[in-house]
């Protein structure tokens, strides 16, 4: 087997220093629970001596999360070393990760200490945390803004004192990749032993993965890093990026690669975004919304060809629900075509040049283009009748503070009018499950807009639903100056197309 790179996550401590980020005990045991399942090498899982509840989270991911190593963050002072060691102990396998600063800037500033009262620290506190484990890790802070006689001198001591793991810190995101790459190539040159050298990049420039890479190519064989790239100030290296990059140019890594298993990374993203209240920007690489999706004409007709066109990963890869061809003023015929026939329309000709053409205007106008949009320009413009199955005839629903709403129906269906009520978790929700008694599909609700079509307080309300069932997703939409019965009449309109789907698809399938 190929060497391997470590990937040692640090998700629950360095990425837990955000602003604004604080997991209880529960929240941290169920994401390390998932970096388990995504397979990295190491969960940091937090820094005991911070607070009783970190200590209380180490010591629960410790005592139940199986096959990662479980690491944990000390000072030097040798109490940290114990408390670290207290919260580790448990685990099947522990590392305590010992640092202290070593720059010019943190020892007159903030430690006010001398070199050497620093070399005698990191002497007693890595002797002392070898009494309790065999894996030991030592970071000098601020690695890259040290001289380098003296960087080399520190992790001499810590090597010979029993550090297996030396970790290169970009504290403040200092390194451009040549010269981090660089000091990596010359620690591993005058620092003698036997060791693992690790990097740690943080993101002040934008450049926490790059460097992170260029490490790899010098020499480092572990990478410090979060899921969605959360951290101090401007985050560390995301963890999807360096591993997906590792994967894709694995060319030029001399094959190295990592144990993680890919397709939980979207799965990771989501839970770590949820559970910090940290949102995923739209164009985030590997894992953001907009990671496979395409908006321009000349980009969909290659990726509707052949996906590898425009894309370097696929999707399923890592748990993402695969290329998207988004309809915007910047798509061409072949995505509209191609979006229409999905809808069950296949036009060509003079029927197919002015449907584009209205496509083309209201995309000028607007964002977003749903189905519901192509289904009125199709029925609208081309005069091809869609006939609704389920048509809303009447709706009441009644919501109190505490209590569960209840929504009643009456919805025509072929001529008759059934009667369905139902009660749910808000209007929105009872209404739902209202429209699906009264028609007999079920659907997951899985997207929810509401915007306003016209100004003042008749302003008519637009909202956009997506139904979701095993086999279809579909949108809907509703317009009217109430936005519950906009609501409604959206629900209705995703069942009505979620049924001519099915139909479809039943007609395909027959021989
Ligand atoms: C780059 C990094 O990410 S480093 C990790 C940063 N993470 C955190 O700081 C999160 C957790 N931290 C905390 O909860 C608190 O800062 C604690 C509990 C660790 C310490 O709290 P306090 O005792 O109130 O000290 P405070 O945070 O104000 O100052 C830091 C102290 O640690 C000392 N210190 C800082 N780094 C180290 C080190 N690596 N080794 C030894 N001492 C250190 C400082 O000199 C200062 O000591 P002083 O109080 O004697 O002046
Ligand atoms: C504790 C160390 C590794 C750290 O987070 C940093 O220097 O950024
Ligand atoms: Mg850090």
Request: hydrophobic share 40%; net charge negative; proline share 2%.
């Amino acid at each position: 087997m190929n060497e391997q790179v470590i990937i040692f996550d640090t998700t629950l401590r360095d990425g837990e220093q955000s602003p604004g980020i604080s997991l209880d005990v529960l929240e941290k045991l169920e994401i390390a629970e998932q970096l388990a399942r995504l397979n990295v090498d190491y969960i940091e899982a937090g820094f005991p001596v911070a607070s009783q509840g970190d200590f209380e989270a180490v010591q629960a991911i410790a005592r139940r999360v199986e096959g990662p190593s479980i690491a944990a963050l000390s000072r030097t002072q040798l109490r940290d070393v114990d408390r670290c060691w207290e919260a580790l102990r448990d685990a099947e396998r522990a590392r305590i990760h010992i640092f202290i600063s070593t720059s010019p800037s943190h020892l007159t500033h903030m430690l006010k200490m001398t070199n050497e009262t620093v070399i005698n620290e990191v002497k007693a506190s890595v002797a002392h945390a070898r009494s309790y484990t065999d894996d030991v890790e030592f970071s000098p802070q601020d690695a890259t803004r040290t001289p380098l006689e003296f960087l080399y001198e520190v992790l001499q001591v810590a090597v010979d004192n029993g550090a297996g793991t030396i970790n290169i810190p970009d504290t403040v995101g200092y390194g451009i990749p040549a010269d981090f790459g660089h000091m990596v190539e010359e620690v591993r040159r005058n620092v003698h032993g036997e060791y693992v050298i690790s990097s740690h990049c943080h993101n002040d420039l934008g450049l926490a993965t790059a460097n992170s890479l260029a490490a790899v190519a010098a020499g480092a064989r572990q990478v410090e890093c979060c899921v969605n790239g959360i951290g101090e100030r401007a985050g560390n290296a995301a963890l999807e990026e360096v591993v997906m990059a590792l994967r894709v140019r694995s060319d030029l890594f001399d094959g190295l690669g990592t144990q993680v298993h890919t397709e939980e990374l979207a799965k990771a993203s989501r839970l770590v975004s949820r559970l910090t209240g940290y949102p995923v920007q739209y164009n985030k690489s590997v894992v953001g919304r907009n990671a496979f999706a395409h908006e321009s004409g000349i980009h969909q007709h290659g990726v509707l060809a052949e996906r590898s066109t425009y894309e370097v990963i696929d999707a399923s890869a890592v748990g993402q629900q695969g290329s998207q061809i988004i309809l915007g003023k910047h798509s061409g015929r072949h995505a509209f075509t191609s979006t229409l026939h999905d809808m069950g329309f296949d036009l060509a000709g003079d029927a197919l040049n002015a449907a584009f053409e209205r496509f083309k205007e209201m995309a000028d106008r607007k964002s977003e283009i749903t189905e519901a949009d192509l289904e009125a320009i199709v029925t609208d413009e081309l005069g091809v009748a869609i006939a609704d199955r389920f048509e809303l005839v009447s709706l009441s629903v009644a919501s109190v503070s505490g209590e569960s709403a209840k929504a009643s129906v009456i919805v025509k269906i072929d001529g008759k009018e059934v009667t369905a009520d139902a009660n749910g978790n808000g209007m929105v929700d009872a209404i739902g499950k209202a429209l699906s008694e009264a028609t007999g599909i079920s659907a997951q609700l899985t997207g929810f807009t509401v915007a306003s079509v016209t100004g003042g307080v008749d302003a008519l309300g637009d909202v956009v639903v997506t139904l979701q069932t095993p086999e279809a997703e579909v949108s809907g939409r509703g317009i009217s100056t109430d936005i519950v019965e906009a609501s409604a009449r959206a629900y209705l309109n995703g069942l009505n197309r979620l049924l001519r789907a099915g139909e479809k698809a039943s007609n395909t399938e027959t021989p």
